[in-house]
């Protein structure tokens, strides 16, 4: 089974819907991430979290949220999605050092 | 915003060939790390090279970290086809918040049989 897995894998919603994606791990990691890839820009970081009550917000968090509700789970929402929100997103979890695990993505389209 | 820029944004080699890629950064770090994604997947950690460390080898990778100039390259050598991906590099950056990465934009290799 993999070690951080994310769900749904693709999703397409409209303008103004509410969405979450969720990621799940099993690697015991406190620390957690979510990123948004687009097309030529690479990896940018959305928010971060280093055990269940720290949540840090990254570099583009505007229009996202997120929650911790255990150790293993880390959620991101778009409150009301936009369409430059299509995007890549992926979660990532880290432990004892520097070196981070990466889920498989979300691909979402927002039309 | 961007910390790492790699150089080239794209590269195409014939198999058995040496794959070079540089990546730029432009605040102090702590570490720079090489990964690997491909197309379409998660991101795979490839190596990690600290700030005080000059080279790290790992199978057919080698990494070079040059401070001064802040810059680092990745070598791939004796590419095989399998070695097709994007990799990028990311640095954890000094005197902000540690575990914290920033990444390049990527370099897109393509090994052709």
Same mark, same amino acid.
């Given at each position: 089974? @993999?070690?951080?897995?994310?769900?749904?894998?693709?999703?397409?919603?409209?303008?103004?819907?509410?969405?979450?994606?969720?990621?799940?791990?099993?690697?015991?990691?406190?620390?957690?991430?979510?990123?948004?890839?687009?097309?030529?820009?690479?990896?940018?970081?959305?928010?971060?979290? $280093?055990?269940?009550?720290?949540?840090?917000?990254?570099?583009?968090?505007?229009?996202?949220?997120?929650?911790?509700? @255990?150790?293993?789970? $880390?959620?991101?929402?778009?409150?009301?999605?936009?369409?430059?929100?299509? @995007?890549?997103? $992926?979660?990532?979890?880290?432990?004892?050092?520097?070196?981070?695990?990466?889920?498989?993505?979300?691909?979402?389209?927002?039309? | 915003? %961007? %910390?790492?820029?790699?150089?080239?944004?794209?590269?195409?080699?014939? =198999?058995?060939?040496?794959?070079?890629?540089?990546? +730029?950064?432009?605040?102090?770090?702590?570490?720079? %790390?090489?990964?690997?994604?491909?197309?379409?997947?998660?991101?795979?950690?490839?190596?990690?090279?600290?700030?005080? =460390?000059?080279?790290?080898?790992?199978?057919?990778?080698?990494?070079?970290?040059?401070? +001064?100039?802040?810059?680092?390259?990745?070598?791939?050598?004796?590419?095989?086809?399998?070695?097709?991906?994007?990799?990028?590099?990311?640095?954890?950056?000094?005197?902000?918040?540690?575990?914290?990465?920033?990444?390049?934009?990527?370099?897109?290799?393509?090994?052709?049989?």
């Amino acid at each position: 089974d @993999a070690d951080v897995t994310q769900t749904p894998r693709n999703r397409i919603t409209k303008t103004g819907k509410r969405i979450m994606l969720e990621c799940s791990q099993t690697k015991g990691h406190d620390r957690m991430y979510w990123y948004r890839q687009d097309p030529g820009l690479g990896l940018r970081l959305i928010y971060y979290s $280093f055990d269940v009550k720290d949540i840090n917000k990254g570099e583009i968090s505007d229009g996202y949220s997120v929650s911790r509700q @255990a150790q293993a789970k $880390f959620s991101l929402s778009l409150e009301s999605a936009i369409p430059n929100q299509t @995007a890549l997103y $992926f979660c990532a979890t880290s432990g004892g050092g520097e070196t981070q695990y990466f889920g498989p993505g979300t691909r979402l389209l927002v039309l | 915003s %961007q %910390q790492g820029e790699e150089d080239p944004q794209a590269l195409s080699i014939q =198999e058995g060939e040496n794959a070079t890629m540089n990546c +730029s950064y432009k605040t102090s770090i702590n570490n720079l %790390q090489w990964y690997r994604q491909n197309s379409g997947r998660g991101l795979v950690h490839l190596i990690l090279i600290r700030s005080n =460390e000059r080279e790290k080898h790992s199978g057919r990778l080698r990494v070079t970290l040059d401070t +001064s100039k802040k810059s680092s390259s990745l070598l791939i050598t004796a590419s095989r086809a399998a070695d097709t991906a994007s990799y990028f590099c990311a640095t954890e950056n000094s005197g902000g918040s540690n575990y914290k990465l920033t990444f390049g934009k990527g370099t897109l290799l393509t090994v052709n049989p």
